[in-house]
Each structure stands twice: as C-alpha cells, then as structure tokens.
Nanobody, 125 residues
Framework: QVQLVESGGGLVQAGGPLRLSCAASGRTVSSYAMGWFRQAPGKEREFVATITWSAVTHCADSVKGRFTISRDNAKNTVYLQMNSLKSEDTAVYFC???????????????????WGQGTQVTVSS
C-alpha cells in the first residue's frame, strides 16, 4: 500500500506562483512514475504532469512552460511548481502513483494505481 498526501494548495492571485508537494509513504516510489492531475467543478479529471523513474517529464500543453514537475527521492516526495497561474488553473489537484515497472499511457488517470486526497488551488483574477 502507498499513501499519498498532497499539500501546498491555497488561494493565489493570477500571475502568481504556488508549489504543491506530494509526500509518499508505505513504499519507496523512486523507482516508479508519479503524476499530477486536476479536476475543476463539473469537469473530468485531467492530466497535468508526470515524472518517470528516470526523471523524464511530460506536461499537458495547457501548462507547458508554466508548470514543472520534479521529485526528491531522498524525501519520497514529488513537487509541482506552478508559475504564471491563471484562473483556469483553479481545480483540485491530485497526486498519483504508477507502480508497475512498464511503459504506460501516462496521460490517462486509469493508468495510476494510488491517489492522494487532493488539494484545492484557487486562482483569483
């Protein structure tokens, strides 16, 4: 079992930064892929970013150039640095872990095995 706990969400003005953290426990996740998804009210959960065990990263087009995903294996923690935030970034942000050592479709929520409870990010314009 893996427990994922997100933190760092809150209210921020448009154009500002925010950094989310996802602390994993129960298992070392350094050998696996970790991802961030978000869900706005009335919308489906959507892919934001992922980082593989070898630190290869992928970001959604909507956040490319503004968001950066990174990991600190010593702390078993993954981060999402969000800059130049926009009102459309407002959502609940979820951390997820893909624990199978295989190539996978990293943009699909169904590919991830464990999820955190989410943290709210609200961007005011």
């Amino acid at each position: 079992q893996v427990q994922l706990v997100e933190s760092g969400g809150g209210l921020v003005q448009a154009g500002g930064p925010l950094r989310l953290s996802c602390a994993a426990s129960g298992r070392t996740v350094s050998s696996y892929a970790m991802g961030w998804f978000r869900q706005a009210p009335g919308k489906e959960r959507e892919f934001v970013a992922t980082i593989t065990w070898s630190a290869v990263t992928h970001c959604a087009d909507s956040v490319k150039g503004r968001f950066t995903i990174s990991r600190d294996n010593a702390k078993n923690t993954v981060y999402l640095q969000m800059n130049s935030l926009k009102s459309e970034d407002t959502a609940v942000y979820f951390c997820a872990a893909h624990l199978r050592p295989s190539i996978f479709e990293w943009w699909k929520a169904s590919e991830y095995d464990y999820w955190g409870q989410g943290t709210q990010v609200t961007v005011s314009s």
